[in-house]
């Protein structure tokens, strides 16, 4: 009716223009708030225990899920720890095949008689060293071992997890970078893959 009359005067005087939704809103009794009879309380009660229920559902459900995916980080650093195991048992035959390399290398270039036997141990001593992992597998295996208490604490962050890791990743960065032997290369890359497949759950730990 406020509509028909707006129309009406607009033609009947020449007003430019008609009523908008939200001006129409604003007059009286355009809208009436009525009573439905519905008892609020007794709806909320009713809903309450709907509402309870799935808060519980959803709880138990993101409990049961926390719990694979620990299982499955835990069982993917069991198989990382085999694996610097693997890199630390064959480190050691690596330095001296790379060893004999090098001597014969030298000798190749410098002739037997002229080889100098206290030079070429003092060179072997420093590139023994540059190939030396140790600091770096025991740095693994101590960031390993925080990763697992912070998933035996309960309360730990993916955000924490996700660090942790990817410290551990440095390490193996370095190792593959210091140990020139394709088979060692093959397994920083497996290491790697599950370091990348953990970070992943790992944002999806609350």
């Excluded at 610097?84 to 330095?95: C, D, H, K, L, Y």
């Excluded at 190749?108 to 030396?132: N, P, Q, T």
């Excluded at 140790?134 to 924490?160: I, Q």
């Amino acid at each position: 009716r406020y509509n028909a009359l707006a129309h009406e005067f607009s033609e009947r005087f020449g007003i430019v223009g008609g009523l908008d939704a939200r001006t129409l809103l604003t007059m009286p009794d355009v809208l009436v708030w009525e009573d439905d009879g519905v008892d609020g309380e007794s709806l909320w009660a009713v809903a309450r225990k709907a509402v309870v229920a799935a808060f519980e559902n959803h709880r138990a459900m993101r409990g049961r899920e926390g719990e694979a995916i620990g299982a499955d980080v835990r069982s993917r650093l069991v198989n990382l720890g085999d694996r610097i195991g693997e890199i630390e048992r064959r480190a050691p035959e690596i330095v001296k095949a790379n060893t004999e390399r090098l001597r014969k290398k030298i000798e190749s270039l410098v002739g037997g008689d002229s080889f100098d036997e206290v030079r070429f141990a003092m060179e072997l001593a420093i590139y023994a060293d540059r190939l030396d992992i140790t600091e770096e597998c025991v740095r693994f295996r101590s960031h390993t071992a925080l990763f697992l208490a912070e998933l035996d604490r309960g309360k730990t962050s993916g955000r924490k997890l996700s660090f942790i890791l990817q410290e551990m990743n440095r390490e193996v960065n370095t190792i593959g970078s210091k140990v020139m032997d394709a088979d060692t290369a093959a397994i920083v890359v497996l290491m790697k893959d599950e370091l990348e497949k953990m970070r992943e759950q790992a944002e999806n730990m609350e």
